[in-house]
Each structure stands twice: as C-alpha cells, then as structure tokens.
C-alpha cells in the first residue's frame, strides 16, 4: 500500500521521485524491503481499526501491526497519535 501511496499525485511538489524510485532509495539508505505479508490478513486487522476513514492509512498502520508492531517511517502526525511505534 505504501508503494500506491507514493504514487498519488502530491498536494505540493515535494516529491519528485517516482514509486519504484522511492522503494529503491529506502532500500538502499535504510535497508528496508518490501514486505509480502499476505493482504488478507492485513485487510481483516484494517477493518478494525477505526480511529481513521482513510484505507491506506489503516492498511499501512495494519500492516506494521502484523510485522510485530514494527517501526513505521512517517511524518503524518495523525497516524503517530494512533501507532506509538513511528519514526521521523
């Protein structure tokens, strides 16, 4: 979800790279990938939760739920009053 994410046009022009872009950059400057948990399971912890309307915020913060409640890279200060475990 995080890759679809990244390629919604921006409200500014912050963002210059491109999804696959982006994915590479973290991988490399982070050593994050991507995760293939399947989404099924990820969509029935989604559907619980309830502190936001927005789907992809609830997959994203559904999805580090799974992953033994790992770390989340956002700004979005929103999603960080909902999942204690966010950096940035």
Request: net charge negative; proline share 6%.
């Amino acid at each position: 979800m995080v890759v679809v994410e990244f390629g919604y046009p921006p409200d500014t022009n912050r963002i210059v790279l491109t999804p696959q872009q982006i994915v590479y950059k973290l991988g490399s400057e982070l050593k994050s990938s991507i995760c293939y948990y399947p989404l099924q399971i990820i969509a029935e912890i989604a559907i619980e939760e309830t502190w936001t309307r927005g789907p992809f915020d609830r997959l994203i913060v559904s999805h580090a739920k799974v992953n033994g409640r790992a770390a989340l890279v956002t700004k979005d200060e929103f999603i960080a009053e909902h999942y204690s475990n966010t950096i940035w």
